[in-house]
């Protein structure tokens, strides 16, 4: 599977930005799970949000809950992250990411998914 994330962009506070991540290279298989991810300057990837399979469960990091929204359109090979209230500290690059068959309790373990895409940069100033 590759994966291809875009969407990232330099927005003010408050802003709204959605990140798509288009998989190619095999069937988007309803069972493929799929997590974004961001890592900041100088500090580890952390986990964002992950959607468990598809018509299941979606899971996300306490920061960004009520504000990010994670969905997917299987028919064109693609999850979204709906970014809105977007804050300076949400400042960072975001990678998608695709595992097989993962269990609830492995959605936010970046060692757990078995594809990456190449990033994609999102600046929030105050």
């Known amino acids: 599977v590759q994966l291809q994330a875009s969407g990232g962009g330099s927005v003010q506070a408050g802003d709204s930005l959605r990140l798509s991540c288009v998989a190619s290279?095999?069937?988007?298989?309803?069972?493929?799970?799929m997590g974004w991810f961001r890592q900041a300057p100088g500090r580890e990837r952390v986990f964002v949000a992950a959607?468990?399979?598809?018509?299941?469960?979606?899971v996300y990091a306490d920061s960004v809950k009520g504000r990010f929204t994670i969905s997917r359109d299987n028919a064109k090979n693609t999850v979204f992250l709906q970014m809105n209230s977007l804050k300076p500290e949400d400042t960072a690059v975001y990678y998608c990411?695709?595992?097989?068959?993962?269990?609830?309790?492995?959605?936010?373990?970046?060692?757990?998914?078995?594809?990456w895409g190449q990033g994609t940069q999102v600046t929030v100033s105050s």
């Open positions: 990411a695709a595992g097989e068959r993962l269990i609830s309790s492995s959605l936010s373990n970046p060692h757990a998914y078995d594809y």
């Open positions: 290279g095999r069937t988007f298989s309803r069972n493929l799970s």
């Open positions: 959607d468990k399979r598809s018509g299941s469960s979606t």
